[in-house]
């Protein structure tokens, strides 16, 4: 829920509208494992071009550490620190399916070249992994147990392992070996942003189950054909596994038909769709096992995580980038301020915000902070006020406005510019704090309490804008706190809020948002408006 993240990706439209014999989600998933064949490849064989970033050549090119942890990977829960496996793509060629809580495995790639089958093979095995899910021994909720505190993850593992013995450990082996996890919500038929994006978050109430969150790749695909992913966070920030989204949503499943090959030579369905846990069954209902009870107590735990939270999804139609740029400012600069004014109008005070800015320039580079309250930015938010003052006609008050809000747009961009050179505050205090050595005494400065107050992020933020991509999101990663991720296309901009539900923020604040966005275009307007000669 705190960690996490997840896209919401847009609709296929050369999906059939009314499938023979295969739900939409089983057409759509195979289609998004056919193109995540393909640029798993690219991976494994090193053709993946490298990214670069800048507007003159030669661009800077960013360190690809990230991607050994994409495809065959897994975090693994253990008391204290977890750890992370990273399996060999070259003999690993599976695929786990989740189905009604139970997982599946079966190859979709050929073994010796690593392209991927047809198609239509695809199709055919994910839906065996449908029908199979229709029947069969009934298992315990085994995805429940990953989405608890990690001690209790490392607890129910070991509980797993010393009941199920050998079995146990090929089983998980598989799961955890497997190329990325496919999870198809069959009982799920979203339509709204907010329902959908609730769904790819943590799969809700309903679908909780149909998940193992340890994967480092989590697709999503519902009934009617929506679709989705969830990111493992730890090893991976979001900027990779965009590239990635971006080359699996790019051809429709219109497209990938089109060229797929031809079907013959591969082995049939129900020679290659594997229960994974169908051997364990015995060893997790014996009477000597526990793992009933850890399922039990996940489940509740999560139910009331899930229960505890609100989401609201803000489609702000009102402008985007494309006017943003013609009033002369930096987009996600400009839309910063407006989350500052929104969330001071929400709480009455600024709340310590973090906006994350990569740093891959450098060798296993990940993220440094970009911290947005700035003297610039509350000059600017207490000038603008908890209220709308509607005072935009008195031409010395605007031009006060707009000239701070200038002065915090230059000086968020100003930070953020320093951020990516790795010029932050935050990264380089970490690991200062981390060369501390057992047995050592950290220097005074990191117990002193303005340091805590200053990591206390209340506005968790982050920047991702795509455009096959409807929505995205994660959790708050303080309790009174929220998680607010956000898009600025040219035309419009969304938002994503969430917050636990005891504080009911995540309408109001969608609602200050708009208002702020709104107030600020009407000063720009009104400034740049010729006068009446009338």
């Known amino acids: 829920m705190n960690v996490s993240y997840f896209f919401h990706f847009s609709d296929d439209g050369s999906l059939p509208q009314i499938p023979k014999d295969k739900s939409l989600g089983v057409l759509r998933g195979a289609s998004l494992l056919y193109s995540t064949a393909q640029f798993r490849q690219l991976v494994a064989s090193g053709n993946l071009p490298y990214e670069a970033i800048g507007r003159k050549e030669p661009k800077t ?11 065959n990977a897994c975090r693994i829960p253990r008391k204290d620190e977890d750890t992370v496996r990273i399996y060999d793509p070259s003999l690993n060629s599976h695929v786990i399916v989740a189905v009604g809580g139970k997982f599946y495995s079966f190859d ?4 010796s070249s690593g392209e991927p ?5 695809i199709e055919q095995r994910l839906q065996k992994c449908v029908d199979m899910s229709k029947s069969g021994p009934e298992l315990p909720m085994l995805g429940y147990l990953t989405s608890d505190d990690r001690d209790k993850c490392a607890e129910a593992r070991e509980e797993l392992l010393r009941i199920g013995g050998s079995k146990m450990e090929e089983a998980l082996k598989v799961l955890e070996s497997g190329a990325v996890l ?5 009982n799920e038929s979203p339509i709204s942003k907010k329902q959908g994006s609730e769904i790819f978050w943590t799969g809700g109430l309903a679908s909780g189950n149909n998940r193992w969150f340890d994967k480092s790749i989590q697709l999503i695909c519902t009934n009617n054909g929506k679709a989705g992913m969830a990111g493992e966070h730890s090893m991976m920030d979001g900027m990779p596994v965009v590239g990635y989204c971006d080359y699996i949503t790019k051809k429709s499943y219109g497209e990938v038909a089109s060229h797929s090959n031809n079907t013959g030579g591969y082995e049939s369905a129900d020679e290659n769709v594997k229960d994974i846990f169908g051997d364990c069954v015995g060893d997790m209902t014996s009477p000597g096992s526990n793992v009933a009870s850890y399922v039990v107590e996940t489940k509740n735990n999560f139910d009331k995580l ?29 839309v910063q301020m407006a989350m500052q004014l929104a969330t001071y109008r929400l709480w009455g005070e600024q709340g310590g915000t973090y906006e994350a800015t990569q740093v891959r320039p450098f060798l296993h580079g990940r993220t ?14 207490e000038t603008m006020g908890l209220r709308p003052k509607h005072d935009e006609m008195d031409v010395s008050k605007r031009t006060e406005k707009i000239e701070l809000l200038r002065e915090a747009v230059s000086s968020h961009v100003k930070y953020i510019g320093s951020a990516a050179k790795a010029m932050g505050v935050d990264r380089h205090l970490l690991g200062l704090a981390l060369s501390v050595k057992d047995g050592e005494t950290a220097p005074p400065l990191f117990s002193h309490p303005l340091l805590a107050r200053s990591k206390k992020w209340r506005v968790s933020t982050s920047h991702l804008t795509h455009p096959r991509f409807d929505n995205w999101g994660y959790g708050e990663v303080v309790s009174d706190g929220v998680g607010l991720a956000y898009s600025i296309h040219p035309s419009h901009c969304m ?4 917050a636990l539900k005891e504080h009911d ?14 107030e600020m275009q009407t000063l720009n307007d009104l400034d740049k408006a010729p006068s009446s000669k009338l």
């Open 61 to 71: 090119p960013l360190c690809s550490a990230a991607y050994k942890y994409m495809f």
């Open 108 to 111: 979709f790639v050929e073994k």
């Open 117 to 121: 089958l047809p198609l239509e093979v």
């Open 182 to 186: 496919i999870c198809l919500d069959e």
């Open 306 to 334: 899930i229960s505890n939270h609100e989401m609201q999804v803000q489609s702000f139609q009102g402008y985007g980038s494309g006017a943003i740029k013609k009033m002369g400012y930096s987009p996600d600069a400009y």
């Open 368 to 381: 440094e902070t970009t911290r947005t309250v700035s003297p610039a930015s509350n000059a600017f938010i």
């Open 495 to 498: 938002f994503c809020v969430t």
């Open 505 to 518: 923020w995540p309408e109001r604040l969608t609602h200050l948002l708009e208002e702020a966005l709104l």
